[in-house]
């Protein structure tokens, strides 16, 4: 099953459903929108931190906090980044919107075996993939979903 599509399937496959969905900078933000597109959930929001990082595979050095969404009523929110390997940033996010008395949960397209991991994630690798590699794949997905969805001649899904 393609990643996008598996943790669509995760996420549906919660007791309870999500009310929203904070993307973390940056492949997660691109994982949040379309989560929130294949789930129907409006709700879709980044949390922002100005960070700095000695390679893709490396865990950030967070330099501030910068924004998180704010909600009156208490909401199961789901936290999803594109590659974890130490759950820095998610967890900022996590703790950050558990304090203000949120459900939240963590959730990743890959991790690697040493990775902090999230509540849900759907591929472990020997190393993350690069943001080119990331984007690819899931470009790769979206152009079979649409595929599948118009059919391959242009003029609907099989019969």
Same mark, same amino acid.
């Given at each position: 099953?393609?990643?996008?599509?598996?943790?669509?399937?995760?996420?549906?496959?919660?007791?309870?459903?999500? /009310?929203?969905?904070? %993307?973390?900078?940056? %492949?997660?933000?691109?994982?949040?929108?379309?989560?929130?597109?294949?789930? @129907?959930?409006? /709700?879709?929001?980044?949390? &922002?931190? !100005?960070?700095?990082?000695?390679?893709?595979?490396?865990?950030?050095?967070?330099?501030?906090?910068?924004? $998180?969404?704010?909600?009156?009523?208490?909401?199961?929110?789901?936290?999803?980044? /594109?590659?974890?390997?130490?759950?820095? $940033?998610? @967890?900022?996010?996590?703790?950050?919107? !558990?304090?203000?008395?949120?459900?939240?949960? +963590?959730?990743?397209?890959?991790?690697?075996?040493?990775?902090?991991?999230?509540?849900?994630?759907?591929?472990?690798?020997? +190393?993350?993939?690069?943001? /080119?590699?990331?984007?690819?794949?899931? &470009? $790769?997905?979206?152009?079979?979903?649409?595929? !599948?969805?118009? @059919?391959?001649?242009? &003029? %609907?899904?099989?019969?």
């Amino acid at each position: 099953m393609p990643p996008l599509a598996a943790l669509t399937a995760l996420v549906r496959g919660l007791p309870k459903p999500v /009310d929203a969905i904070v %993307g973390v900078p940056r %492949g997660g933000l691109l994982v949040a929108a379309l989560l929130g597109y294949r789930l @129907g959930i409006k /709700d879709v929001s980044a949390a &922002a931190f !100005t960070y700095r990082r000695a390679g893709h595979d490396q865990p950030p050095e967070v330099v501030q906090v910068r924004c $998180l969404p704010t909600y009156a009523e208490p909401r199961r929110i789901l936290v999803v980044e /594109d590659a974890v390997v130490s759950l820095t $940033l998610a @967890g900022l996010a996590r703790d950050a919107l !558990t304090a203000a008395g949120h459900k939240v949960i +963590t959730a990743a397209v890959s991790v690697t075996p040493e990775s902090v991991k999230p509540d849900l994630w759907v591929r472990e690798a020997p +190393t993350v993939p690069t943001s /080119d590699q990331f984007q690819a794949m899931l &470009a $790769l997905e979206m152009l079979e979903t649409a595929v !599948t969805l118009v @059919g391959s001649d242009g &003029a %609907g899904p099989p019969a």
